[in-house]
Nanobody
Framework: AHFVESGGGLVQAGGSLRLSCEASAFTLDEDEYVIGWFRQAPGKGLEGISFIVHNEEHNWSLDSAKGRFAISSDIAKNTIYLQIDRLKPEDTGVYFC???????????????????WGQGTQVTVSS
């Protein structure tokens, strides 16, 4: 698998989660890449949440995600994280780690721009 996600689960509203994405298809301290997270809420389409561009030189986040979502990387562990604080029931969904090699997406939030996908991790927020 190109990415292996973990860290999802059932959490009460107001709680926090940290999702992890082991990026086996990438070497984070060497490659040119964009890696980030999409979310698919029940019955809805994919929504791009937050993305990291090679060594965090330039990140992008959905406006509504700023303040509660934070993306980061651990080069030594070759892992990308998504910290989600003050969780809301509307954050419920499957979170996918995605990536592209060697180019900048024309639009960060366009799922067609990413050729590498993880299997997803389920986040369920109870009210």
């Amino acid at each position: 698998a190109h990415f292996v996600e973990s860290g999802g689960g059932l959490v009460q509203a107001g709680g926090s989660l940290r999702l992890s994405c082991e990026a086996s298809a990438f070497t984070l301290d060497e490659d040119e890449y964009v890696i980030g997270w999409f979310r698919q809420a029940p019955g809805k389409g994919l929504e791009g949440i937050s993305f990291i561009v090679h060594n965090e030189e330039h990140n992008w986040s959905l406006d509504s995600a700023k303040g509660r979502f934070a993306i980061s990387s651990d080069i030594a562990k070759n892992t990308i994280y998504l910290q989600i604080d003050r969780l809301k029931p509307e954050d419920t969904g499957v979170y996918f780690c995605v990536g592209t090699h060697g180019r900048m997406p024309r639009s960060f939030g366009d799922e067609d721009e990413y050729e590498y996908w993880g299997q997803g991790t389920q986040v369920t927020v109870s009210s």
